[in-house]
């Protein structure tokens, strides 16, 4: 993605319909009350509530539009999106484990992309009421105002956010002595929301990832002057038959180099 060859206006009115979006999303998030939620469980145990489902009927009838394409954790796959140049990334709810636990670190992650680019983005925490907006060529806010991701050039010191079920599973165990602070939080989208703020300085993951889960983050890290990248050392390539890759490095830009050596020596 190169936010800077966007025309800025181009996206205004798809960010409006972003933020309208989460906010009518974040209503139905008050419905229910965190760590008291009934939930079912799909293929992998992944849980689903009835929250997911609701938000996603709504995101469906909030944002789709004649001649744009579907693609939601929470929706069927219908692959005539393929053929589609402008979509929609959506996941109703990442984190649904915290969710279900009463831990507030959940989101709705909204994602717009053209011709296999993610453009525009917005990630909401309804717990926090945290609400993260951003487009190529338009910077992000946070809470309505200006941000960037931080400006740390030396992972000495860094803070690098980890997957809780990565840290559980022992796939942080390594960075034990690191000399960078490593924190566990759920929610990869929400985790990429706050380094694109600049609230924290990188997060990445070695496992697999579908786009729902990182395209509205991608966007709004690269908006804000940060990088996102695959394990292929790849931009996001969004809308794809298989919507999944192999895992993601981002973070703030001066970390870049040191970020990609450091999980390519993981690999």
Known sequence: MH?????????????????????????????????KIAA???AAMDPVTEADLAVNTLLHKELLREGEGWLSEESVDDLSRLQQQRI??????DG?????????????SIAYAENGRAVAGGICNPATKE????????????????????????????TILASRSETKRGEWKQFDSADFTV????????????VAAGLADAT????PKHEWDVAAGAVLIESAGGFFRTLDDEPLHCNSERPLIRGLV???PGLQTQLMSLVRSQQ
């Open 88 to 93: 929609w990334i959506v996941d109703p709810l």
């Open 3 to 35: 936010a800077d060859s966007a025309d800025p206006h181009k996206y205004s009115e798809i960010l409006r319909r972003i933020q309208s979006a989460l906010e009518a999303s974040r209503k139905i998030f008050e419905r229910f009350t965190p760590g």
């Open 131 to 158: 609400v993260f907006l951003g487009a190529a060529g338009l910077g992000i806010t946070y809470n309505g105002q200006p941000a960037k991701t931080s400006s740390r050039a030396e992972l000495k010191g860094a």
């Open 183 to 194: 924190r566990q939080m759920g929610s990869v989208a929400y985790k990429l929301a706050l």
């Open 40 to 42: 079912e469980y799909k």
């Open 96 to 108: 649904t484990r915290e969710f279900v636990a009463g831990i507030p670190e959940y989101c709705i």
């Open 204 to 207: 990445f993951s070695l496992v």
């Open 250 to 252: 981002a973070g703030a």
